[in-house]
């Protein structure tokens, strides 16, 4: 018996399985977008990987600069692309553009913004879900905000559920990915059997 749940329909809090991880619902918002977030660590690395040192010297970005970042890279390319090889029930088309805030942990500029699929949580985000206990990880991981006034450090959660800054070149965290999606999700009792209908093709109908 297979049960089918739209994603809306899901309170936030809520883990299932979304194909190549299991992810957990932050948020549903007024557009039609969910907030999910990765349940569980899917990797111990680091914020900023030193690009090689190779003439004619270019200047290199900042180390806690997201944009710039090898795993800003790798989430948007070789993870994005999992959803569609584990053929589960949210596909990489199905995961949402948005604009992520690259701010300071001050709440200056930082590095403005940027457009991606997948990031980490801001500062903002993660206190948000935290006072709503809905953020669960007995580990330490990064967070996409920058150390106001440094450009070698980023905020991380440390294991306690406190704030650290850190220096990203030198320190491995893990890593939660985080992303907004739009698209009806089944949850499985069971294996669905090869070959079953996805979904609805009537996208008015599924969200």
Not at 95 to 123: F, M, N, P, R
Not at 187 to 207: C, H, K, P, S, T
Request: glycine letters at 6%; aromatic letters at 10%.
């Amino acid at each position: 018996m297979t049960v089918r749940a739209k994603l809306k329909d899901l309170a936030p809090g809520t883990v299932f399985n979304a194909g190549p991880i299991d992810v957990r619902v932050l948020e549903h918002f007024t557009d039609g977008r969910t907030l999910l977030i990765a349940d569980t660590c899917i990797a111990d690395r680091h914020f900023a990987d030193q690009p090689f040192k190779t003439r004619p010297e270019k200047p290199a970005a900042n180390p806690n600069d997201w944009r710039f970042s090898n795993l800003n890279r790798e989430l948007n390319t070789e993870f994005l692309a999992a959803f569609d090889q584990a053929e589960g029930p949210i596909r990489s088309k199905d995961i949402l553009t948005a604009d992520w805030s690259l701010a300071d942990h001050e709440g200056g500029e930082g590095y403005g913004t940027i457009q991606a699929k997948i990031a980490l949580l801001t500062q903002t985000m993660y206190e948000k879900y935290a006072d709503q206990d809905l953020l669960e990880l007995d580990d330490w991981w990064w967070l996409i905000t920058p150390l106001a006034s440094s450009a070698d450090h980023a905020r991380y959660v440390y294991t306690d559920g406190s704030l650290e800054p850190d220096q990203v070149e030198l320190s491995t965290s893990a890593l939660l990915a985080e992303f907004t999606s739009k698209q009806l999700v089944e949850e499985v009792l069971r294996r669905i059997a090869e070959g079953q209908e996805d979904g609805d093709d009537n996208e008015e109908d599924d969200f």
